[in-house]
T-cell receptor, first 112, second 116 residues
Framework: AQSVTQLGSHVSVSEGALVLLRCNYS??????LFWYVQYPNQGLQLLLK??????LVKGINGFEAEFKKSETSFHLTKPSAHMSDAAEYFC??????????FGTGTSLTVIP | KAGVTQTPRYLIKTRGQQVTLSCSPI?????VSWYQQTPGQGLQFLFE???????NKGNFPGRFSGRQFSNSRSEMNVSTLELGDSALYLC???????????????FGEGSRLTVL
């Protein structure tokens, strides 16, 4: 069975500091992995996706994520946090049956 | 190009009632997926419809059902509402099957259901 674990339901960083949001997956086959962002009172928006091409994936708004098979991880990073990055972030995995499994989310707070 | 539209945005029901939520996908998208979002459980997959056929189903009781029309619009219905059904119900559309080559999910803003 597929599952996604996001470590840390709340993360706070200072403006300009590195953002690191952790995601680990369990999968018996190479998965498709995704990061989504949800701003208050809005739906989810795709940040980036890994589809077995390059292991370092660049997304929108300066975010990127690295697929590490040996660690079964797909952590999301951004070198310098901006106030507008404050939101809920979800990691997701798609299984061979085309079902999406989402993590429970990480709420990012950016401190001015 | 209009995004995914969900109606109603907010609704309040009482236990035992039933509710119908509507989702209009992006024009040209043939797949509609439904998710339940709660603070404790995160996003949980309900079902996916593609070309009027249910293609995938999550682990929810039979009280949760859905359908898709020929114009790709979708509805989901929850019967005999329980307090635990209070949640944000999100609809997502994609050009092809969710997660596939043309399966990027585009989400609506959700319908927030409160069951009293």
């Amino acid at each position: 069975a597929q599952s996604v674990t996001q470590l840390g339901s709340h993360v706070s960083v200072s403006e300009g500091a590195l953002v690191l949001l952790r995601c680990n997956y369990s999968s018996s086959v190479p998965p498709y992995l995704f990061w989504y962002v949800q701003y208050p009172n809005q739906g989810l928006q795709l940040l980036l996706k890994y589809t077995s091409a390059a292991t370092l994936v660049k997304g929108i708004n300066g975010f990127e994520a690295e697929f590490k098979k040996s660690e079964t991880s797909f952590h999301l990073t951004k070198p310098s946090a901006h106030m507008s990055d404050a939101a809920e972030y979800f990691c997701a995995v798609r299984n061979t049956g085309n079902q999406f499994y989402f993590g429970t989310g990480t709420s990012l707070t950016v401190i001015p | 190009k209009a995004g995914v539209t969900q109606t109603p945005r907010y609704l309040i029901k009482t236990r035992g009632q039933q509710v119908t939520l509507s989702c209009s996908p992006i024009s040209g998208h043939r797949s509609v997926s439904w998710y339940q979002q709660t603070p404790g459980q995160g996003l949980q997959f309900l079902f996916e419809y593609f070309s009027e056929t249910q293609r995938n189903k999550g682990n929810f009781p039979g009280r949760f059902s859905g359908r898709q029309f020929s114009n790709s619009r979708s509805e989901m219905n929850v019967s005999t509402l329980e307090l635990g059904d209070s949640a944000l119900y999100l609809c997502a559309s994609s050009l092809g099957l969710a997660g596939g080559p043309n399966g990027e999910l585009f989400f609506g803003e959700g319908s927030r259901l409160t069951v009293l």
